[in-house]
């Protein structure tokens, strides 16, 4: 454990920004709509967040690469702490969809920054550990956001200054490590469709988690509310939530690397159609199955994108990790700008238990093209190349170009697989 001690300090700033984040995740689409706020409006919001959070993934390698990391953490986290205090200085529909923009935009760049850190100072044969320890503190981090939104009531300006100072303590674990900095970022060519051919179900996986988690994460406190929950009912939703997937991705990932991962896929896919249409229906004749159900939604649907990941990677050799994790982040980034506005659609067409009906419907469609393609293409004989690692996808962090068994050397082109594989 000596190398995560000597990495404490990039851990501790992640999980500070994630809790500000996390926080803030839950309070804004709450005090949108205590402002009457519609449910489009939120959802563009919402959209609006992951578009900045994409541009911030493509763009971070230049910010860094001239003045180095510890200035650029700094800078967004100085924007980033801003950012909550200009919510509720106007209440402006438009002014909050920049607003959230300029929040992804930052927390793409923070992540970026500590996660290629992260990846540099632990050796090939600790980075498994290293990031196995960083998703447990995401979502641990994430949890306590959520416990923070039930000091107060979201309409008061209180839980803006909380957000603001939390996310500005993150920058002193960092500001303060002995730690040398690592190597400026490398930018990496992303070819998303390359992907899809290379692997189908695993390419689609991600934007399809893309569409369910960013609707979920942009408009499930609405939802709550509309359940009957109060603001300490939506954060106790949100956190049973995350505490399901948090517990399901290791025997879900495990239970992948001794099985078709597709069949896995599939499994947990049909799961989430139960249990989102569950939701929908809870919420309107069954408010004490909600929570239940909650958790496990979370508990089937969060590991789908690891395990979709982790398909992707056993196609591919080591020197294509960087190039072929920045595709997969760009895909689920798309998917996570289009599930917002199509959530907030079906919301306003059938109220808001039908943002988990819409939730089921994308799982349905996902897990019938994952039949399709386990028609047409069986499973090999040989054993995965890749082990399982658990991962978060980029609703709730943003997952550097790198996979934590990635050496950090340029990598060739990432090539077309043979026809005998299984995609």
């Known amino acids: 454990m000596a190398i995560i001690a000597q990495l404490g300090a ?4 992640a999980t500070i920004l994630l809790t ?21 409006s939120i959802g563009i919001m919402g959209s609006s967040y992951f578009i900045g959070f994409v541009v911030g993934c493509l763009t971070t390698a230049h910010l860094v690469r001239p003045v180095g990391h510890i200035r650029v953490f700094t800078a967004m986290v100085a924007i980033a702490s801003v950012v909550p205090l200009l919510h509720i200085l106007t209440l402006q529909e438009w002014a ?10 930052c927390i793409a760049a923070l992540f970026l920054v500590i996660e290629s850190w992260l990846n540099e100072r632990a050796d090939n044969t600790m980075r498994g550990t290293v990031f196995s320890v960083y998703t447990t503190l995401t979502f641990v981090a994430i949890i306590c956001g959520q416990i923070l939104l039930t000091l107060y009531e979201p309409t008061e300006f209180t839980l803006f ?37 290379l692997s189908p179900a695993g390419a689609v996986g991600c934007f399809a988690v893309g569409l369910v988690n960013g609707a979920f994460w942009s408009l499930a406190p609405i939802f709550a509310t509309s359940a009957g929950f109060d603001a300490t009912g939506v954060a106790t939703f949100i956190g049973v939530a995350v505490l399901g997937g948090a517990l399901s991705q290791w025997p879900f990932g495990r239970l992948s690397d001794r099985l078709d991962r597709r069949a896995v896929i599939l499994l947990v896919s049909g799961l989430s159609v139960v249990t989102g249409l569950g939701l929908f229906l809870a919420s309107r ?28 990677n056993d196609l591919i050799t080591t020197q294509s990790f960087v190039e072929v994790s920045g595709g997969l982040l760009l895909l689920n980034g798309v998917g996570s700008v289009l599930g917002p506005v199509a959530g907030a659609f079906a ?34 004989a040989e054993t995965h ?20 068994r990635s050496e950090e050397t340029p990598e060739p082109p990432l090539k077309e697989p043979e026809e005998s594989i299984v995609r």
């Open 10 to 13: 990039l851990l501790l700033s």
């Open 20 to 40: 500000g984040n996390g926080l803030q995740t839950t309070l804004l689409p709450l005090r949108a709509e205590a402002e009457a706020f519609p449910a489009l």
């Open 96 to 105: 909050w969809w920049i607003l959230r923009a300029v929040t992804g935009y």
């Open 161 to 197: 200054a909380v957000a603001s100072i939390v996310v500005s303590l993150a920058a002193v674990p960092i500001a303060l490590t002995s730690a040398t900095a690592p190597a400026p970022l490398a930018t990496v060519r992303l070819h998303p469709i390359r992907l899809v051919r």
């Open 285 to 312: 004749y069954w408010s004490p199955g909600v929570l239940p159900l909650a958790f496990a939604f979370g508990a089937f649907s969060f590991p789908v994108y690891a395990i979709s990941v982790a398909h992707v």
């Open 347 to 380: 919301m306003q067409l059938a109220g808001p238990g039908a943002l988990f009906a819409e939730i089921a419907l994308v799982y349905v469609l996902f897990a019938a093209f994952i039949l399709l393609r386990m028609r047409d293409q069986a499973r090999p």
């Open 385 to 404: 190349s890749a082990d399982f690692v658990p991962a978060v996808d980029s609703a709730i962090a943003a997952p550097v170009g790198y996979d934590p």
